[in-house]
């Protein structure tokens, strides 16, 4: 299976994006250590072009969902909770206790939290809406300072059409 890496131009913030030939398998704000780059092709690739578009309009405020074709690999539990963080409204969060409830495991609140931060494909499965009980901003794998930023912009532009 081929395998193509792109860095975004068009973010606020500098993302690398890896599909496969079925769809994204990452989108990071945390650079990939070089020797791990040339294990992909920078040729032409449409998901991660769509990637690319849909992450611009998501930081226009013009796009509250997206339809990307996700790769994902993960333990059948960390594929649940990431499905379940696709469905966090846009601008609004949810508690880790709370995606526990709603993944059929109440007291699995610091195995989501373990599934957020393994969460390959930031922003798109939107584990920066999920915080501590109390609202605070606890633990991203893009640091807090990111998380802030992206919970931010979602609040601000929410009642926006």
């Known amino acids: 299976m081929n395998l193509y890496i792109r860095h975004t131009k068009d973010t606020p913030f ?8 079925e769809g994204l398998v990452a989108a990071s704000a945390n650079p990939f250590p070089q020797a791990y780059q040339t294990a992909y092709s920078s040729g032409k690739n449409y998901i991660l072009d769509m990637a690319e578009h849909q992450l611009k309009e998501y930081f226009c405020a013009s796009r509250r969902t ?10 059948p539990f960390r594929l649940t909770v990431w499905r379940r963080l696709i469905e966090i409204p846009y601008g609004e969060t949810a508690s880790y206790s709370e995606v526990a409830r709603a993944v059929g495991n109440p007291a699995a609140a610091r195995a989501v939290g373990m599934a957020c931060n393994a969460n390959p494909v930031m922003i798109i499965i939107p584990c920066h809406r999920v915080v501590g009980k109390n609202g605070s901003l606890t633990g991203y794998a ?6 802030e930023f992206l919970l931010k912009l979602e609040s601000s532009t929410k009642s926006k059409p």
């Not at 500098?14 to 030939?21: E, I, K, N, S, Y």
């Not at 997206?66 to 333990?75: A, K, Q, T, V, W």
């Open 142 to 147: 893009g640091g807090i300072k990111l998380k």
């Open 14 to 21: 500098p993302m690398t994006l890896v599909a496969d030939d």
């Open 66 to 75: 997206f339809s990307i074709p996700l790769s994902l690999r993960g333990s």
